[in-house]
C-alpha cells in the first residue's frame, strides 16, 4: 500500500510541477495545428489530405509530447539533486521510475487525441478503428516515454538531453514509415526503420486510421512495440544501477 500511496504523490507531484503548465498544454494544441497546416499547404489537397496525415500527427505528437518533458525534467532533479531523495523512498526502484514515466506516458496519450478534436470539425473520421488505435496511442505513448526515460538516465547534462533525443527523433520522422511507406526508403535503410519502434506505432495507426493493409500485422505491431517498452525500461534501470546508485 505505502507504494501506491508514493507512487500517486509522485505522479501527482510531477504532474503539477511539470505537465500541466501553460506552455506544455499550448504546445499541445498548436504542435499538431502546425503540422495539419503544414502538410495541408504542402500537398495541395487542403483538408482532402488530413486523414492521410493523421497517423504521422499523432505519432509525432506523442514522441515530442513525450520526450521533450521526461527526458528533461528527469536530468534537471538529477542534477539538482530532488532525485536522489526520491531514491531514499522505501519504494522499489522499479515503482519509482513507473511514477516519474506515468505522467508523460499520461501527457502523450492526451497530445495523441488533439489532431483527433481539431480533424473532427474538417474532414470525416467515421472509418477510424477505435478498438485498434487506442492500444496503439497507448504503447506509442509508452514506448516514446520509455525511450526518453531512457536518454534521461544515459547522460548527464539538460542539453545533453536535448541532443540526444534529437539524435532519435529526428531520424524516426523519415525512417518510420509515418508520411510515406516503408518501401520507398532506399533498401540499405529500411533495417534501420526496423530498429525503431515508432515504425510499428505508424504501421498500427495506419491500420486503425486509414484501414489500410501493410506488409505487418496488428500482431507484429504490438508485440514488438510492447518488447522495446519491456527492453528500453530495463535498460534505464540498468543505467540508474549503474550510473546514479553509487
Known amino acids: ?6 507512487f500517486w504523490n509522485i505522479l501527482l507531484k510531477d504532474m503539477r510541477s511539470y505537465y500541466i503548465k501553460p506552455p506544455n498544454i499550448s504546445w499541445g494544441l498548436l504542435f499538431p495545428m502546425v503540422w495539419i497546416a503544414m502538410f495541408s499547404i504542402r500537398s495541395g489537397l487542403g483538408m482532402d489530405s488530413l486523414p492521410a496525415l493523421l497517423p504521422g500527427l499523432v505519432a509525432l505528437s506523442i514522441l515530442f509530447g513525450t520526450t521533450s518533458v521526461l527526458s528533461v525534467t528527469v536530468t534537471f532533479e538529477k542534477k539538482g539533486r530532488s532525485f536522489e531523495r526520491l531514491l531514499l523512498a522505501p519504494i522499489s526502484l522499479e515503482v519509482l521510475m513507473l511514477a516519474k514515466t506515468a505522467g508523460a506516458i499520461f501527457f502523450g496519450v492526451i497530445n495523441a487525441f488533439v489532431p483527433f478534436v481539431i480533424a473532427y470539425f474538417l474532414t470525416d473520421l467515421s472509418g477510424i478503428h477505435w478498438a485498434t ?13 520509455f525511450l526518453g526515460l531512457f536518454i534521461a538516465v544515459s547522460v548527464q547534462e539538460v542539453f545533453e538531453a536535448q541532443t540526444f533525443s534529437n539524435f532519435f527523433r529526428f531520424p524516426m520522422i523519415f525512417l518510420c514509415g509515418l508520411f510515406f511507406p516503408i518501401e520507398q526508403i532506399p533498401i540499405w535503410l ?10 510499428y506505432g505508424a504501421d498500427a495507426l495506419h491500420h486503425a486510421i486509414l484501414c489500410r493493409q501493410t506488409h505487418m500485422t496488428l500482431a507484429v505491431d504490438f508485440g514488438l512495440l510492447t ?11 540498468h543505467n540508474v544501477r549503474q550510473k546514479w546508485i553509487v
Open 133 to 145: 488505435l487506442i492500444p496503439a496511442v497507448i504503447l506509442i505513448a509508452v514506448s516514446s516515454t
Open 1 to 6: 500500500m505505502s507504494g501506491w500511496i508514493a
Open 190 to 199: 529500411r533495417p534501420l526503420s526496423y530498429l525503431l519502434p515508432l515504425t
Open 227 to 237: 518488447m522495446f517498452c519491456i527492453l528500453l525500461f530495463a535498460a534505464s534501470l
